[in-house]
Protein backbone atom coordinates (compact mmCIF):
# COMPACT_ATOMS: atom_id res chain seq x y z
CA UNK A 1 0.00 0.00 0.00
CA UNK A 2 1.83 3.02 -0.86
CA UNK A 3 1.10 6.83 1.18
CA UNK A 4 -2.08 7.90 -1.10
CA UNK A 5 -4.17 5.32 -0.41
CA UNK A 6 -2.70 5.42 3.38
CA UNK A 7 -3.89 8.62 3.43
CA UNK A 8 -7.08 7.66 1.96
CA UNK A 9 -7.42 4.90 4.79
CA UNK A 10 -6.59 7.36 7.55
CA UNK A 11 -9.00 9.96 6.38
CA UNK A 12 -11.77 7.47 5.93
CA UNK A 13 -11.32 5.81 9.13
CA UNK A 14 -11.74 9.03 10.89
CA UNK A 15 -14.80 9.70 8.98
CA UNK A 16 -12.67 13.05 7.07
CA UNK A 17 -13.36 14.93 4.00
CA UNK A 18 -10.41 15.90 1.74
CA UNK A 19 -11.11 19.83 3.18
CA UNK A 20 -11.04 18.80 6.75
CA UNK A 21 -7.33 16.89 6.05
CA UNK A 22 -6.41 19.89 4.13
CA UNK A 23 -7.34 22.37 6.91
CA UNK A 24 -5.06 20.01 9.29
CA UNK A 25 -2.35 20.22 7.31
CA UNK A 26 -2.70 24.35 5.71
CA UNK A 27 -2.85 22.70 1.88
CA UNK A 28 -6.02 23.00 -0.42
CA UNK A 29 -8.06 20.40 -1.27
CA UNK A 30 -6.80 19.46 -4.13
CA UNK A 31 -3.41 18.82 -2.83
CA UNK A 32 -4.78 16.07 -0.53
CA UNK A 33 -6.74 14.90 -3.60
CA UNK A 34 -3.66 14.74 -5.61
CA UNK A 35 -1.44 12.62 -2.80
CA UNK A 36 -4.21 10.60 -2.40
CA UNK A 37 -4.40 9.60 -6.70
CA UNK A 38 -0.32 9.70 -6.70
CA UNK A 39 -0.12 12.62 -8.84
CA UNK A 40 2.29 13.89 -6.00
CA UNK A 41 3.72 13.65 -2.78
CA UNK A 42 3.40 15.24 0.72
CA UNK A 43 6.80 16.95 1.76
CA UNK A 44 8.90 14.84 4.02
CA UNK A 45 7.76 17.58 6.93
CA UNK A 46 3.85 16.88 5.96
CA UNK A 47 4.67 13.12 6.35
CA UNK A 48 6.27 14.10 10.16
CA UNK A 49 3.24 15.78 10.69
CA UNK A 50 0.72 13.14 9.48
CA UNK A 51 2.87 10.56 11.62
CA UNK A 52 2.32 13.15 14.77
CA UNK A 53 -1.14 14.27 14.19
CA UNK A 54 -2.95 10.25 13.54
CA UNK A 55 0.28 8.51 16.01
CA UNK A 56 1.56 6.10 13.15
CA UNK A 57 5.17 5.29 12.77
CA UNK A 58 6.77 6.36 10.08
CA UNK A 59 7.87 3.06 9.38
CA UNK A 60 3.81 1.88 8.91
CA UNK A 61 3.58 5.01 6.95
CA UNK A 62 5.90 4.60 4.64
CA UNK A 63 6.46 0.46 4.69
CA UNK A 64 5.83 -0.74 0.92
CA UNK A 65 6.22 2.97 -0.82
CA UNK A 66 8.85 2.01 -2.98
CA UNK A 67 9.11 5.44 -4.48
CA UNK A 68 8.49 7.37 -1.14
CA UNK A 69 11.17 5.68 0.27
CA UNK A 70 13.42 6.12 -2.75
CA UNK A 71 12.16 10.14 -2.67
CA UNK A 72 13.51 10.31 1.06
CA UNK A 73 16.85 8.26 0.47
CA UNK A 74 17.62 10.71 -2.16
CA UNK A 75 16.61 14.07 -0.09
CA UNK A 76 19.26 12.39 2.44
CA UNK A 77 21.82 12.27 -0.11
CA UNK A 78 20.73 16.20 -1.36
CA UNK A 79 20.86 17.00 2.42
CA UNK A 80 24.22 15.47 2.77
CA UNK A 81 25.68 17.34 -0.22
CA UNK A 82 23.37 20.56 0.24
CA UNK A 83 25.13 20.28 3.60
CA UNK A 84 28.33 19.58 3.08
CA UNK A 85 28.07 22.56 0.11
CA UNK A 86 27.12 24.93 2.80
CA UNK A 87 29.86 24.30 5.05
CA UNK A 88 32.45 25.14 2.77
CA UNK A 89 30.94 28.34 1.62
CA UNK A 90 30.08 28.83 5.44
CA UNK A 91 34.16 28.52 5.82
CA UNK A 92 35.21 30.24 2.93
CA UNK A 93 32.75 33.39 3.82
CA UNK A 94 34.12 33.23 7.51
CA UNK A 95 37.86 33.08 6.07
CA UNK A 96 37.20 36.17 4.06
CA UNK A 97 35.69 38.10 6.41
CA UNK A 98 38.44 37.13 9.35
CA UNK A 99 41.02 38.02 6.48
CA UNK A 100 39.50 41.36 5.84
CA UNK A 101 38.72 42.46 9.59
CA UNK A 102 42.71 41.66 10.15
CA UNK A 103 43.57 43.58 6.84
CA UNK A 104 41.46 46.27 7.70
CA UNK A 105 42.81 46.23 11.84
CA UNK A 106 46.27 46.66 10.14
CA UNK A 107 45.73 48.76 7.12
CA UNK A 108 44.49 51.46 9.59
CA UNK A 109 47.80 51.33 11.83
CA UNK A 110 49.48 51.53 8.69
CA UNK A 111 47.64 54.90 7.83
CA UNK A 112 48.02 56.02 11.34
CA UNK A 113 51.56 56.12 10.79
CA UNK A 114 50.88 58.44 7.81
CA UNK A 115 48.70 60.57 9.98
CA UNK A 116 51.07 60.79 12.59
CA UNK A 117 53.84 62.01 10.67
CA UNK A 118 51.38 65.02 9.74
CA UNK A 119 49.72 63.95 6.82
CA UNK A 120 46.03 64.75 5.96
CA UNK A 121 43.72 63.36 3.97
CA UNK A 122 40.07 65.67 3.75
CA UNK A 123 36.90 65.46 1.51
CA UNK A 124 36.40 68.55 0.48
CA UNK A 125 36.40 69.67 -3.23
CA UNK A 126 39.08 71.68 -2.99
CA UNK A 127 41.44 69.48 -1.32
CA UNK A 128 40.61 66.57 -3.60
CA UNK A 129 40.90 68.86 -6.91
CA UNK A 130 44.53 69.86 -5.78
CA UNK A 131 46.03 66.72 -3.87
CA UNK A 132 43.98 63.86 -6.48
CA UNK A 133 43.19 62.12 -3.32
CA UNK A 134 46.50 61.30 -1.51
CA UNK A 135 47.27 61.98 2.02
CA UNK A 136 49.12 65.42 2.14
CA UNK A 137 51.14 67.10 4.11
CA UNK A 138 52.61 70.94 2.79
CA UNK A 139 55.29 72.59 4.64
CA UNK A 140 57.40 75.77 2.96
CA UNK A 141 55.89 75.65 -0.48
CA UNK A 142 56.40 72.04 -1.03
CA UNK A 143 53.11 69.36 -0.96
CA UNK A 144 54.57 65.53 0.24
CA UNK A 145 51.76 63.06 -1.08
CA UNK A 146 50.97 59.88 0.22
CA UNK A 147 48.41 57.44 -1.89
CA UNK A 148 46.03 55.80 -0.45
CA UNK A 149 45.75 52.32 -1.13
CA UNK A 150 42.88 49.46 -1.62
CA UNK A 151 42.64 47.75 1.68
CA UNK A 152 44.65 44.12 1.27
CA UNK A 153 47.08 45.71 -1.11
CA UNK A 154 50.03 46.61 1.42
CA UNK A 155 48.88 43.49 3.52
CA UNK A 156 49.10 41.21 0.65
CA UNK A 157 52.41 42.59 -1.32
CA UNK A 158 54.35 44.15 2.34
CA UNK A 159 55.17 46.91 0.82
CA UNK A 160 55.84 50.29 1.92
CA UNK A 161 54.22 53.63 1.02
CA UNK A 162 55.16 55.69 -1.73
CA UNK A 163 56.13 59.30 -1.49
CA UNK A 164 56.13 62.18 -3.53
CA UNK A 165 57.54 65.50 -3.26
CA UNK A 166 56.51 68.32 -5.42
CA UNK A 167 56.67 72.17 -5.55
CA UNK A 168 55.25 73.80 -8.54
CA UNK A 169 53.14 72.02 -11.01
CA UNK A 170 56.67 71.51 -12.38
CA UNK A 171 59.25 72.42 -11.05
CA UNK A 172 60.66 70.34 -8.59
CA UNK A 173 59.10 66.64 -7.98
CA UNK A 174 61.21 63.54 -6.71
CA UNK A 175 59.33 60.04 -5.67
CA UNK A 176 60.95 57.54 -3.31
CA UNK A 177 59.13 54.58 -3.90
CA UNK A 178 58.56 51.43 -1.95
CA UNK A 179 62.38 50.55 -2.02
CA UNK A 180 63.59 53.38 -1.33
CA UNK A 181 64.47 54.17 -4.59
CA UNK A 182 64.84 58.26 -5.82
CA UNK A 183 63.68 59.45 -8.85
CA UNK A 184 63.64 63.11 -9.58
CA UNK A 185 61.29 64.49 -12.83
CA UNK A 186 63.00 65.87 -15.62
CA UNK A 187 59.76 66.77 -17.44
CA UNK A 188 60.06 65.58 -19.99
CA UNK A 189 61.76 61.82 -18.44
CA UNK A 190 63.44 61.27 -14.77
CA UNK A 191 66.31 60.22 -13.38
CA UNK A 192 67.43 58.20 -10.84
CA UNK A 193 69.36 59.39 -7.81
CA UNK A 194 70.90 58.41 -4.49
CA UNK A 195 69.97 60.29 -0.94
CA UNK A 196 73.17 62.69 -1.18
CA UNK A 197 71.93 64.34 -4.59
CA UNK A 198 74.23 62.60 -7.24
CA UNK A 199 72.87 61.14 -10.30
CA UNK A 200 72.66 56.85 -10.42
CA UNK A 201 73.22 54.90 -13.45
CA UNK A 202 74.01 58.19 -15.34
CA UNK A 203 72.56 57.08 -19.55
CA UNK A 204 74.25 59.00 -22.60
CA UNK A 205 70.65 58.86 -24.66
CA UNK A 206 69.44 62.64 -22.74
CA UNK A 207 68.19 65.41 -24.98
CA UNK A 208 69.83 68.84 -24.74
CA UNK A 209 66.66 69.39 -22.73
CA UNK A 210 67.10 67.08 -20.26
CA UNK A 211 70.59 67.65 -19.89
CA UNK A 212 69.94 70.89 -19.47
CA UNK A 213 67.17 70.55 -16.54
CA UNK A 214 69.68 67.81 -14.86
CA UNK A 215 72.12 70.61 -14.53
CA UNK A 216 70.08 73.18 -13.32
CA UNK A 217 68.50 70.95 -10.61
CA UNK A 218 71.51 68.68 -9.54
CA UNK A 219 73.83 71.38 -9.61
CA UNK A 220 72.34 74.87 -9.82
CA UNK A 221 69.72 74.48 -7.26
CA UNK A 222 71.39 71.69 -5.30
CA UNK A 223 70.68 73.21 -2.37
CA UNK A 224 67.15 73.58 -2.40
CA UNK A 225 66.70 70.06 -3.86
CA UNK A 226 68.38 68.35 -0.69
CA UNK A 227 66.15 70.41 1.52
CA UNK A 228 63.08 68.88 -0.11
CA UNK A 229 65.03 65.24 -0.48
CA UNK A 230 65.75 65.35 3.05
CA UNK A 231 62.72 66.36 4.36
CA UNK A 232 61.13 63.32 2.09
CA UNK A 233 63.62 60.83 3.13
CA UNK A 234 62.47 61.61 6.53
CA UNK A 235 58.75 61.52 6.22
CA UNK A 236 59.57 58.32 4.28
CA UNK A 237 61.13 56.84 7.62
CA UNK A 238 58.28 58.15 9.65
CA UNK A 239 55.43 56.44 7.69
CA UNK A 240 57.23 53.10 6.94
CA UNK A 241 59.45 52.51 9.73
Known sequence: MNIGEKII???????????DLAKIFHVTRQTVSNWEHEKSYP???????????????????????????????????????FWGVGISILSIV???????????????????KVIDAGFKKELTKDFIEKYQGYYALTEDGVDYLVEPKAIGKYELDNKNFVLVARKGEQDITLMIDENKK??????????????EGKQVNVTENMTEEQRKRENELLSERKEE?????????????????
Not at 226 to 233: G, N, R, S, V
Open 182 to 195: ITLALYPGQIEIDQ
Open 225 to 241: LMTILHKALELWEAINN
Open 9 to 19: EIRKERKMTQE
Open 43 to 81: DLQTIIQISDEFNISLDKLLKEDIQMVKKIDSYKKYKKV
Open 94 to 112: VCVVVYLAVCTVQHNKMYD
